[in-house]
């Protein structure tokens, strides 16, 4: 049978557990540290103990986060663990009545007559406690997913609000994506932690309290007995964190080529290029060292634990002998003795939660901190706007506006004045690069100058309410996105919220007039079919396809201003002919057009050409053809094309 996986198999020389640190692993590809590094490394460097003294502000952070997600679950998570922190320390103290009253002179059937109602008394402490304990879980489980609801839904609403230019800001960006890719996450995760380090403590205390009142002598006994594990676990925790921070680049390389190997949108040049052979190659080499490395932190940690049982190990042998030095005293009986070790598992197992669970607080409080800061800056950029009413405009006019994009030398758009008028279609042209969206996207609204003034109909855009402005106007972007949504909502949400009451194209009327139409009933479900085909009955469609669709977006939108960015970069002649036959003049609407194909804009009223950011030239095609310039430069050259065609076509005839 073929194999159709067929990875080359590691030769004996590829042994991981062979090769020593490679000097293979400094030739790997360079990759940048991902952003969030620098929080793993600030943890990686605290000690333990400046951890712990930041616990109280953590812990308070988290329960603060907690209670304004779910008081109940809150109230229950921690009430349930501390009463089952109370019945762990009746249930110790129950057993020492039990083995007081076996361990007791007498005849045994009456010895344990007598041990009956304390060992009654021990197993429903043991039996309560077990349901309150899972109660508390489930109270804890029950809070995970509120407060990730509750998270994730602050960011969306503040990422979905904050002003276009936000997006152009690098630094912006990358808070964001720290906030999105780790900050969110672990919200929940320091409630979790919390909660945690709660049953911890609790358990630890419970078990303190009730060892202090059997015999105060046996307390410091156990705390000497339970330290030495408190010690390994903080130290394999730390190993652990340090080998992750080292290897994080190759696993993220590793990580970057299975999803290379898995993805459908590189599946077909992986196989045009024939690279199978290739990555399968680089990832069984980032997995030798990967796996290499897993095998050095094994040995690693199974060395300090060996050490740390070690050392347990002579502490409770210590434990023992002061117990049997009190027992011989008389100083504690022999049921007190029996209890205190039963209780020393019971402190082990808290201050072993408790020890984790404060790790981990601290450093998923760094990157809660990241997604806290970011929401803060965020909620900065978010346009505030004035508050005066727009219902369409006669005119727009732009008054020496200039935009220059953050961590940029030159304005993209250079004092530009301009004036749109309703009824109008004005147009765009000018040279890759020399301003023309940027200045659409002013006109728009979607950027705000950075000098110079936009006013509708004399009032200056800052003062009028930005929703209602943002209301009376369509975008038809040259970087449209695939919605994966049916053919009907990619249409519908141009106007979602529409009243059923107001007037407006309907969605089938808008797919007619951008020539999308014949292509959506095409479809397997026509306008409901999924066009996302990584869902079930999902499918595709080709760039042009999708520019139509847009095209009916926009046209479904019915906006006083009209912006169309290269509306028909994709469409062939027929879709371009119909869908310009729509973006005609109309009384109600202005129609700002930007594209390349000079041919259509010949009909437009007042055509700009950029350059550079600067408007260097306007009139109609008429007065511009007449005067020399770029603009009967772009046009000639282009004419040029077609009519050296038609010149050899009439040759050739
Ligand atoms: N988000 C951005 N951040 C920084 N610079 C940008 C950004 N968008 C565009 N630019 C720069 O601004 C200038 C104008 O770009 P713009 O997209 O407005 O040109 P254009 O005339 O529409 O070009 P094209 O004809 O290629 O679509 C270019 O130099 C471009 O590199």
């Not at 680089?282 to 634990?305: D, G, I, K, V």
């Not at 200045?439 to 309410?465: N, Q, S």
Request: proline share 4%.
């Amino acid at each position: 049978m073929t194999r159709v996986i067929g990875p080359r198999p590691p030769s004996e020389q590829d042994d991981p557990s062979e090769q020593d640190d490679p000097a293979e692993e400094a030739g790997l590809p360079e990759l940048e540290d991902p952003h969030w590094m620098h929080r793993a490394t600030e943890f990686a460097h605290t000690t333990f103990w400046s951890v712990a003294r930041r616990l109280p502000a953590l812990v308070r952070e988290a329960l603060a986060l907690a209670w304004r997600t779910s008081r109940r679950d809150t109230i229950a998570s921690i009430g349930l663990n501390v009463a089952a922190g109370v019945l762990t320390t009746l249930g110790l103290l129950a057993t020492t009545g039990v083995l007081q009253q076996l361990f007791a002179a007498g005849p045994t059937p009456q010895r344990i007559r007598a041990a009956v109602p304390a060992l009654v008394l021990a197993a429903a402490a043991v039996t309560v406690r077990g349901a309150l304990t899972v109660a508390a879980g489930w109270a804890q489980a029950r809070l995970v997913p509120q407060i990730n609801y509750a998270v994730e839904l602050r960011l969306f609403e503040t990422t979905s609000a904050v002003e276009l230019a936000a997006f152009d800001d690098a630094g912006f960006a990358e808070e964001m994506d720290r906030a999105r890719d780790r900050g969110l996450a672990e919200a929940a995760s320091i409630v979790n932690d919390t909660v945690n380090l709660v049953t911890g403590v609790v358990g630890v205390a419970a078990t303190a309290v009730a060892v202090t009142v059997i015999h105060p002598l046996l307390l410091p006994c156990l705390l000497l007995a339970a330290a030495p594990e408190a010690v390994t676990a903080v130290r394999m925790a730390r190993h652990q964190h340090l080998d992750w921070l080292a290897r994080i680049t190759r696993r993220r390389r590793k990580w970057m080529l299975a999803d290379l190997m898995a993805e459908r949108r590189t599946a077909a040049e992986i196989r045009a290029y024939q690279m199978r052979e290739f990555l399968l190659a680089e990832f069984h080499r980032m997995m030798t060292l990967e796996t290499r490395a897993e095998l050095r932190l094994a040995r690693s940690q199974m060395l300090t634990r060996g050490v740390g049982l070690s050392i347990t190990g002579v502490a409770t042998f210590v434990l023992y002998a002061v117990l049997g030095g009190l027992l011989l005293t008389g100083v504690v009986v022999l049921a007190a003795a029996a209890t205190a070790l039963l209780a020393l598992q019971s402190a082990r197992a808290g201050l072993r939660t408790a020890v984790f669970a404060t790790n981990s607080l601290y450093e998923d409080a760094l990157y809660y901190q990241d997604y806290r800061n970011f929401v803060d800056r965020a909620l900065q950029r978010v346009p505030v706007g004035g508050t005066r009413p727009v219902d369409g405009f006669e005119r727009i006019d732009l008054d020496r506006v200039s935009l220059r994009y953050p961590d940029t030398e030159t304005a993209a758009v250079d004092e530009v004045s301009l004036t749109v008028r309703r009824g109008e279609v004005i147009a765009l042209v000018g040279e890759n690069g020399s301003g023309k969206t940027t200045l659409a996207k002013l006109i728009a609204g979607l950027y705000r100058p950075t000098a110079g003034v936009i006013r509708w109909d004399g009032v200056d855009t800052a003062e009028l309410d930005p929703r209602q402005t943002a209301a009376q106007v369509a975008v038809m972007s040259q970087d449209w996105w695939k919605f994966p949504f049916t053919a009907r909502q990619n249409i519908r949400i141009g106007r979602h919220d529409r009243p059923a009451d107001r007037p407006g194209p309907n969605i089938e009327d808008a797919a007619r007039d951008a020539a999308a139409h014949d292509m959506i009933t095409e479809l397997p479900f026509g306008y409901d079919t999924l066009l996302d085909r990584q869902f079930k009955d999902g499918q595709d469609l080709s760039g042009g396809q999708w520019q139509r669709l847009v095209a009916a977006r926009g046209l479904y939108r019915d906006a006083r201003l009209l912006i169309c960015d290269e509306p028909s970069a994709a469409l062939d002649a027929r879709a371009e002919h119909a869908l310009f036959q729509h973006l005609r003049r109309h009384p109600d609407r202005a129609v700002v057009l930007i594209t390349h194909r000079l041919a259509n804009v010949r009909h437009a009223d007042r055509i700009f050409v950029m350059d550079h950011g600067r408007l260097i030239q306007q009139g109609d095609h008429d007065e511009l053809m007449a005067q020399e310039g770029l603009y009967r430069e772009l046009f000639e050259l282009q004419a040029a094309g077609y009519l050296a065609q038609a010149g050899e076509a009439a040759a050739e005839s």
